[in-house]
C-alpha cells in the first residue's frame, strides 16, 4: 500500500512542477514550490494516507551551484506510519519544467 500511496504523491508532485514553469530559483519562487508541495502533502495526511511530512525548498538545497544552474530541488520528507522509516523524495526542477525524483530512506 505505501508503494501506491508514494507513487500517487509522486504524480501529484510531478504534476504540479512539470506545471510550474520559473524563471529564476530565487527565495520567492523556492517559496511558492514549498507552498504548492505542503498543499499536496496536507491533502496526503488529511486523508490519512502519510503520518506526517516536511518539504524543504530553500537555500539549504539550492546552494549557488543549483542555482546558478538554473535548476532547482526540493525535498519532501515522508513518513508514513508513526514508527516507520522516512521516506526522502528529491526532486530536481529544471527551467523548462523538466522534473527528476530520486528515493532515499531514513530511520529518523
Avoid: P, S, W
Amino acid at each position: 500500500m505505501e508503494e501506491k500511496i508514494k507513487k500517487t504523491l509522486e504524480l501529484f508532485m510531478e504534476d504540479f512542477l512539470t506545471n510550474y514553469k520559473f524563471e529564476f530559483n530565487n527565495e520567492e519562487v523556492r517559496e511558492e514550490i514549498k507552498i504548492g508541495l505542503d498543499k499536496i502533502c496536507e491533502f496526503f495526511l488529511k486523508g490519512g494516507l502519510i503520518y506526517e511530512y516536511r518539504n524543504v525548498c530553500d537555500e539549504l538545497n539550492n546552494t549557488k551551484y543549483v542555482t546558478d544552474l538554473q535548476m532547482g530541488v526540493a525535498d519532501t520528507y515522508i513518513r508514513f506510519e508513526k514508527d516507520g522509516e522516512v521516506t526522502v523524495l528529491q526532486t530536481t526542477i529544471l527551467k523548462k519544467g523538466l522534473i527528476n525524483m530520486d528515493h532515499a530512506f531514513t530511520n529518523n
